[in-house]
Nanobody
Framework: QVQLVESGGGFAQAGGSLRLSCVAP????????MSWYRQAPGKQRELVAF???????DYLTAVRGRFTISRDDAKNTVNLQMNSLKPEDTAVYYC?????????WGQGTQVTVSS
């Protein structure tokens, strides 16, 4: 079964930083828009950031200027650098790949930010 493998996450204090990474199989990565979503308890899953194959990047307004998404084509990896973290960033973060053929999700990684 094809999987997206996530790493990173964990605990941080408000104002701190964390970095998430997600590795996809090369055939999938090279054709897919790669995104990070998050879901907080009792809330709907929301798109945090995405990066297309062509280089278009965009962010959820709440994280713009604090989070940075990047693609490492040599490693088939998408990263999410999260700085100036806030307690409201606490959520399970999911990696997502989307192409014309299929959409895949990672298993999710917990990010907890204490005040």
């Amino acid at each position: 079964q094809v999987q997206l493998v996530e790493s990173g996450g964990g605990f941080a204090q408000a104002g701190g930083s964390l970095r998430l990474s997600c590795v996809a199989p090369r055939p999938i990565f090279s054709l897919s828009t790669m995104s990070w979503y998050r879901q907080a308890p009792g809330k709907q899953r929301e798109l945090v950031a995405f990066a297309t194959v062509g280089g278009t990047i965009d962010y959820l307004t709440a994280v713009r200027g604090r989070f940075t998404i990047s693609r490492d084509d040599a490693k088939n990896t998408v990263n999410l650098q999260m700085n100036s973290l806030k307690p409201e960033d606490t959520a399970v973060y999911y990696c997502n790949s989307r192409s014309a053929q299929e959409t895949l999700w990672g298993q999710g990684t917990q990010v907890t930010v204490s005040s």
